[in-house]
């Protein structure tokens, strides 16, 4: 292996770090879809080309995509060793099969080869989110559907650029089966365009260093990010932590659905372990084992920010996840609803570990794509499709309040600029803001989660697949929990709430009528009799905490 010194490690570094930053900035600006140029709903990454791991990711991508991508890499390595066929220049290959690439259909991974001297030296990777997928329910996000086929086609693996041209039959059965044609068309070739960006760019790099000190970097880095996460884990105390949680329903039965973990700390290495989770259910809230794996790793990401994310990173740690499982569901199991269960799986992972590193672990965030979706056509014929993830609240930490109006735990998707979705689509909206007295009250509050209000201008079909109406962020250490989820809709003038907590079944809406959603607030962290009075009269102050709230919870501080 070739020497490497301090200052070139460096450089190699920062200089992958900005090719993927700048693939992630390309797939923004060139995508035709909302969910990608206003939203940001993407990733891209680098990979190594003998054994797919990561070797670096865009700091602005979906964490959900950290491994799901490295997942989708490897299948793609795997289906060209079960075929015989090699990487060639000029090729790229598409899947978005969610029992090999984990997450959902919506989300399409691009894989494409770096050669060097005639050999593949990287793979390249992004995904970006489908507004459609041609599912039963636009959008997919269907709360009532059973089977992946209901949720919209299925790529495997598949050769979709050839010698460096779009392959037109792939193309043409993706537009067929898409409600929205041309948006997708161009995201995938906004997709496209960023591996190709990436590509130049590491040109550049090897040209400079050559691929033996190049890759000898690669090693490098790997074997620290290792050697970081294992003296982490090293500092926590050993032993066994637990945490339990449960989804509202499945979309189907409003019946709850058992999470349950435990986490093993033995030295340098750690054990996750889902055993005793609820079966798979006959609605979305399932998960693929390498989705349930990457939520575990996201988790423990947002423990300890400063490892860098490659190959090396999670190799301490072992997941467990029983098969048949809520959370290794076997296909045709339906999984359109993944946010919602990855990011109870984030927050878990925090909450088995705050007593044990409560430096370092934080209350529960709110943990829901809350996602609604409205569907339609304007002026007769011209389809729309909206799709709105909103954000909510963070939970406190020691030292900190919770974050407002912040992004999933599992993704960057932020929600779309009032200006641009009423442009976009045939709606008006009537209220965007926080949402008062929703943060958990603690020594360190949650933060607030937000409300939304809009009006449909034409008729449309609506749904919603959100999650915590039932079950709203927990507390940690004394605090109390966060506001749960509440949506409601109107038919015809009249208020309706949905009957399976947050999530509203495909329903036929008509011009001026209303939805409104309130999304969860952040738990509250240590006992909230430690607040100090001054950051309670700002919370007042800032449209956090109302005066009554700021009585009852803090002992008569009324502003």
């Known amino acids: 292996m070739t020497a490497i010194d301090p200052t070139t490690l460096a450089v190699v570094r920062g200089y992958l770090d900005e090719v993927v930053d700048e693939m992630d900035v390309v797939q923004v600006k060139a995508a035709f879809s909302p969910i990608v140029s206003e939203m940001k ?8 080309a003998d054994t797919g791991e990561t070797i670096a990711q865009g700091n602005e991508g979906s964490p959900i995509f950290v491994t799901t991508m490295q997942h989708a890499v490897q299948a793609t390595l795997d289906w060209l060793g079960t075929i015989g066929r090699r990487w060639e220049p000029g090729d790229a290959y598409l899947l978005n099969d969610p029992y090999l690439a984990g997450t959902h259909l919506q989300d399409a991974k691009l894989v494409a080869p770096f050669f060097w001297d005639g050999e593949p030296r990287m793979l390249l ?7 459609d997928v041609g599912a039963a329910q636009a959008g997919a996000f269907g709360p009532t559907c059973r089977e992946i086929y209901e949720e919209g086609v299925r790529l495997p693996v598949m050769r979709f650029v050839r010698d460096g041209e779009l392959d037109p039959e792939i193309l043409a059965l993706i537009r067929a089966n898409n409600r929205l044609p041309d948006l997708q068309e161009g995201d995938l070739r906004s997709q496209y365009n960023a591996l190709l960006v990436g590509q130049r760019r590491l040109e550049r790099l090897f040209d400079r260093y050559g691929p033996d000190v190049v890759m000898a970097c690669v090693h490098e880095l790997d074997e620290r990010s290792e050697q970081q996460m294992r003296s982490r884990i090293a500092d926590i105390p050993d032993g066994r932590y637990h945490a339990e949680d449960a989804l509202d329903n499945d979309g189907i039965t409003d019946e709850e659905l058992e999470l349950r973990l435990e986490i093993t700390v033995d030295g340098e290495h750690m054990t996750v372990d889902f055993t005793g989770t609820t079966g798979a259910c006959e609605g979305p809230m399932n998960l693929t084992r390498s989705t349930t794996v990457t939520a575990c790793y996201t988790g423990l990401k947002h423990l300890f920010p400063d490892i860098p994310i490659n190959g090396g990173c999670f190799r301490p740690v072992d997941v467990t996840v029983p098969q048949g ?3 290794d569901a076997p296909p045709p199991h339906a999984v359109g609803g993944y ?12 909450q088995a570990l705050v007593e044990a590193v409560p430096d370092i672990a934080p209350a529960t965030s709110f943990e829901t794509g809350g996602v609604a979706v409205v569907s339609g056509a304007r002026n007769g014929d011209e389809v729309f499709v909206a799709v709105f993830p909103y954000g909510g609240g963070y939970g406190g930490c020691r030292g900190g309040d919770g974050l407002v109006n912040g992004t999933s735990v599992v993704g960057m998707a932020s929600f779309p600029s009032i200006e641009a979705s009423e442009h976009d ?10 949402r008062e007295g929703s943060g958990g009250a603690g020594q360190w509050m949650g933060g607030c989660g937000n409300e939304y209000e809009f009006e449909v201008e034409v008729p449309a079909r609506l749904s919603i697949l959100g999650e915590q109406a039932k079950h709203p962020p927990p507390g940690a250490l004394g605090g109390l ?4 989820n509440v949506v409601a809709y109107t038919l ?6 949905p009957d399976l907590g947050a999530k509203v079944r495909p329903v036929a809406i008509t011009a001026g ?3 409104r959603m309130r999304s969860p607030g952040g738990g509250g962290y240590g006992d909230p009799a430690d607040r100090d009075p001054a950051a309670i009269e700002r919370d007042i102050a800032n449209g956090y905490l109302t005066p009554e709230q700021a009585r009852e919870w803090f002992g008569g501080s009324d502003g």
Not at 41 to 48: C, S, T
Not at 125 to 131: E, P
Not at 492 to 497: A, D
């Open 41 to 48: 709903d993407r990733a891209n990454g680098l990979f190594r």
């Open 125 to 131: 990777a992004n995904t970006g989110h489908w507004m």
């Open 325 to 327: 499982s809520l959370l």
């Open 339 to 350: 946010p919602d269960t990855s990011a109870r799986i984030v927050g878990m992972v925090a």
């Open 425 to 434: 689509y045939p709606i008006l909206w009537h209220r965007f803001g926080i």
């Open 481 to 484: 929990p966060g506001a749960p």
């Open 492 to 497: 015809n003038g009249e208020w309706q709430g």
């Open 513 to 515: 009528d209303r939805i």
